[in-house]
């Protein structure tokens, strides 16, 4: 995704490819964009947007779509003692990586994308953790030329 809000297809196409058959939790639904691909293959979508305007706009754009539940708040506090999911995609600027392993189960997938590719993991706290922690095995993937998105699986 990109920082305004609007997913690339490049990402839309990785998510709706490692949602398939999985019970997914999306943390920032921004306008619903991930969400609606994920929702294409997944058995059900957890989506949680805190901003009130985009959770509106997300809200039109999902309804319909029987295995989409959009939450409307703080993901930390909206996923508390839901799930545990077989897909987190960490979208939702701020990263709690400890809260985010509680929600998923062994085997489950993490994704996060909107990485510059190329950039050192020392220094970076989001590859840092993804790449490093022995409780994850991880990817680092270009999902176009200018962007790549990690894809850990907990072991
Ligand atoms: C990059 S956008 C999400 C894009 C979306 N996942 C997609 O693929 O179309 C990030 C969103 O996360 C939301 N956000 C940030 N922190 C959050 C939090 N703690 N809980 C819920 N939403 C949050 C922001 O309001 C913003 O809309």
Redesign the pocket.
């Known amino acids: 995704?990109?920082?305004g809000?609007?997913?690339l297809p490049e990402?839309?196409a990785l998510l709706r490819v490692l949602a398939a058959g999985r019970d997914v939790a999306?943390?920032?639904?921004?306008?619903?964009?991930?969400?609606a691909a994920m929702a294409d293959t997944a058995r059900s979508v957890v989506t949680?947007?805190?901003?009130p305007e985009?959770a509106r706009v997300a809200r039109a754009r999902l309804a319909g779509l029987a295995n989409v539940e959009l939450l409307e708040?703080?993901?930390?506090e909206?996923l508390a003692g839901r799930g545990r999911f077989d897909l987190v995609?960490a979208?939702?600027?701020?990263y709690d990586w400890e809260a985010i392993l509680r929600l998923v189960k062994p085997g489950a997938l993490i994704v996060k994308d909107?990485l510059t590719p190329g950039r050192p993991t020392d220094g970076d706290p989001v590859r840092e953790f993804l790449l490093r922690d022995p409780r994850l095995a991880a990817v680092e993937v270009l999902t176009t030329p200018a962007a790549a998105a990690i894809v850990a699986v907990k072991r």
């Open positions: 995704m990109t920082g809000g609007s997913s990402v839309q999306e943390l920032g639904t921004a306008f619903g964009e991930g969400a949680v947007e805190r901003d985009r708040g703080d993901w930390r909206a995609f979208d939702g600027g701020t909107d």
